[in-house]
């Protein structure tokens, strides 16, 4: 049983592991300006090195605890991760823009100190000289991306259009957003240039259509169920056991109302033509029993009678036998 539980949490940090190394794959480097003297500003107002981060899926992922490194020794195998760390730059916990949301970037300062934000690194990146960039998962032993970047003018950047990178001009560079969008870009050319074959916005159209779909079906199906049961209480109301007892109902009203007309004229003569009222009472009543005994149908009141035909002790004359 030890054995059992043992195997089922080996087997459950692995997936877990798996799980966080495939999300961890979905982060790489997008974008790296070397030499900054007139590209953005951090907190302080000062123009330092930088380099993007994109996550190229659809779900968000945490990086804190993940590590930047412009040493190529680290790249040996042999290599020990406490030596490994000591040659890198660490992303610091308690920042929440770490968190990066799906599609999203996020832009890190080098040759700065963490003292400055959460932001700032104390990576080394030299200016006007190439330079390898690695960055690393969480382990130290892991490399998720790297790239190294050729020497850059001042205000150039080095960027990641699918798997190619080419170096863009000052005026082109795109910190903390997509690489090689215009900010004058229309939607219908950015649509065209993001989906130029048509699949996104064909799958969006059908998408929508089978939602609406399936939304009148839910309503149509409900108001056929209300209607269905409306039916049915209609032919509850509308049955034949029911219209005898309607029928005594209205007899039994007409009854009262009459007699409690008799009883207002009574007392208006002061019980003067006691018979007249009590013969109108007498043939209310009697109405009211013939009108019930009508409604009563299919029931049949049998009474015996007696007779001389069937008298026992008759003497039978002669010749009768």
């Not at 999300?23 to 951090?42: C, F, H, M, P, W």
């Not at 992303?91 to 040759?111: A, D, K, S």
């Not at 033509?273 to 049949?300: P, R």
Request: contains cysteine.
């Amino acid at each position: 049983m030890n054995k059992f539980k043992l195997l089922l949490c080996s087997m459950m940090l692995t997936s877990a592991s798996a799980v966080m190394a495939q999300g961890a794959k979905n982060i790489r480097i997008s974008e790296v300006l070397t030499n900054n003297t007139a590209s953005i500003q951090d907190e302080f107002g000062q123009r330092e090195a930088w380099i993007e981060l994109e996550n190229n899926s659809f779900t968000s992922y945490n990086i804190r605890g993940m590590y930047f490194t412009t040493d190529p020794s680290v790249l040996d195998p042999q290599m020990s991760v406490p030596d490994r760390i000591k040659r890198m730059s660490v992303i610091p916990n308690g920042e929440p823009r770490t968190m990066i949301g799906g599609r999203q970037h996020l832009v890190f300062f080098g040759n700065s100190s963490p003292a400055q934000g959460k932001l700032h690194l104390s990576l080394p990146i030299p200016i006007s000289e190439p330079v390898w960039i690695g960055f690393y998962n969480g382990n130290a032993v892991d490399l998720i991306d790297s790239v190294t970047v050729p020497a850059l003018a001042a205000n150039q950047s080095y960027a990641r259009h699918g798997n190619k990178w080419s170096i863009k001009s000052p005026e082109n560079v795109t910190p903390g957003i997509e690489n090689f969008i215009k900010t004058d870009e229309t939607k219908d050319a950015k649509l065209k240039r993001e989906d130029p074959h048509g699949f996104g916005i064909t799958l969006l159209a059908m998408g929508i259509v089978f939602f609406c779909l399936a939304v009148l079906f839910v309503f149509f199906w409900i108001f056929g169920l209300i209607m269905a049961h409306l039916d049915t209480a209609k032919k509850v109301v509308n049955t034949q056991p029911i219209k005898p007892i309607t029928k005594t109902v209205e007899i039994t009203h007409d009854i009262a109302h009459a007699t409690g007309n008799i009883l207002q004229d009574g007392l208006k003569t002061k019980g003067k033509d006691k018979e007249v009222y009590i013969a109108v009472i007498s043939m209310a009543i009697k109405q009211y029993q013939d009108d019930v005994h009508d409604v009563e149908s299919g029931i049949i009141t049998i009474k015996s009678h007696n007779t001389s035909w069937a008298a026992p002790n008759i003497p039978i004359g002669p010749g009768l036998k």
